[in-house]
């Protein structure tokens, strides 16, 4: 087999802002295994906040040996980007090896639609109101916050968007003090989840805290090995393929979190639809998916994912899996 890297840039549609920063690109690389007549693709989004760059993470899936398994990359590289590109790449090349989808070889059933949140940018009051009332016709709909005065954006985007269900993510961005403050009124304004609301070292306040909005582990859970840190504090788990290092851990941590009682939310870095196609499959019948990163982009991989008011579609096979 052969293993390429490629770095690939994708405009966004507008300014995309979180509690961390803004961005107005998508950032990602591609990974394309060959093997003989087959081909299998991939794509991971290094991220900062973990500690990878576009570098690392390329360094790192160039030293893999050319014949690695699913299997061997495994105990090879730990959870992270460079890993869930080329797990996907693998899942992949396999599919198209036996002439199957990938869902079929990992023993699921046929993926359906599900409906995906959209993403509203961290912004002033008025604006988010705007992105609200343009996309109010969207059944749910997922705010950025994490400042001091997240108070005034939750009720503009209330009113922009009065009949959208609303999950709202904080990005690390409150304090104990400040989540406290603001739970009666996530409730008062119909918020159905609360995105990890403190920073991820700093989550044990949350543990005897009343949560009357179930509470989401995003940074805070990455793979299996995170669950036990997660009792006492949170209602959801998050899966992100990026920081499970791949589908194959997804699918195990999709499955080891709903054993521990834990609801499931599957969720993307921004990204094309090709990040998103094997995602699609740990979203079956998640209580959240949010899946929206092509949604966000300018530009998009030929034979994107289809969006409609059925939710995000799974990948055809010319695409992914």
Same mark, same amino acid.
């Given at each position: ?157 209330? @009113? &922009? ?5 609303? %999950?709202?993510?904080?990005?690390? *961005?409150?304090?104990? #003090? $400040?989540? +406290? ?49 997660? @009792? &006492? ?5 998050? %899966?992100?393929?990026?920081?499970? *290092?791949?589908?194959? #851990? $997804?699918? +195990? ?69």
């Amino acid at each position: 087999m052969k293993i390429s890297v490629t770095a690939d840039v994708f405009k966004l549609a507008q300014v995309f802002t979180i509690s961390r920063g803004s961005r107005t690109e998508a950032k990602v690389l591609t990974v394309r295994i060959t093997d003989g007549d087959y081909h299998g693709w991939g794509e991971c989004v290094p991220y900062a906040r973990y500690g990878e760059t576009l570098e690392s993470v390329t360094d790192q899936i160039r030293d893999l040996p050319a014949n690695v398994t699913r299997q061997a990359l495994l105990d090879i590289l730990p959870a992270g980007a460079a890993r869930n590109a080329v797990d996907c790449a693998l899942w992949d090349l396999e599919a198209k090896r036996a002439g199957k989808r990938v869902w079929e070889l990992a023993g699921l059933t046929e993926p359906r639609p599900e409906i995906t949140a959209y993403t509203l940018s961290l912004a002033e009051p008025a604006e988010m109101r705007a992105q609200a009332e343009k996309h109010a016709h969207r059944p749910l709909l997922k705010i950025k916050l994490g400042t001091a005065d997240d108070m005034a954006r939750l009720e503009a985007v209330r @009113k &922009g968007a009065p009949n959208a269900r609303i %999950i709202v993510d904080a990005n690390e *961005g409150w304090s104990a #003090e $400040a989540y +406290a403050d603001l739970a009666p009124h996530l409730v008062r304004l119909g918020v159905s989840l609360v995105e990890q609301p403190l920073p991820a070292g700093e989550d044990e306040a949350l543990i005897g805290m009343n949560r009357p909005v179930p509470v989401c582990a995003d940074e805070s859970c990455h793979d299996r090995a995170s669950l036990p840190k997660l @009792k &006492g504090k949170y209602d959801v788990v998050n %899966i992100k393929l990026d920081k499970t *290092g791949g589908l194959t #851990e $997804a699918l +195990a941590l999709h499955d080891a979190a709903l054993a521990e009682g834990y609801k499931v939310m599957v969720g993307c870095m921004v990204g094309s639809s090709l990040a998103m196609a094997p995602a699609t499959l740990v979203a079956q019948g998640a209580l959240v998916t949010d899946l929206d990163g092509p949604l966000l982009l300018a530009e998009d991989r030929d034979m994107p994912l289809l969006f409609d008011e059925k939710g995000v579609h799974p990948p055809e096979a010319a695409l992914w899996g």
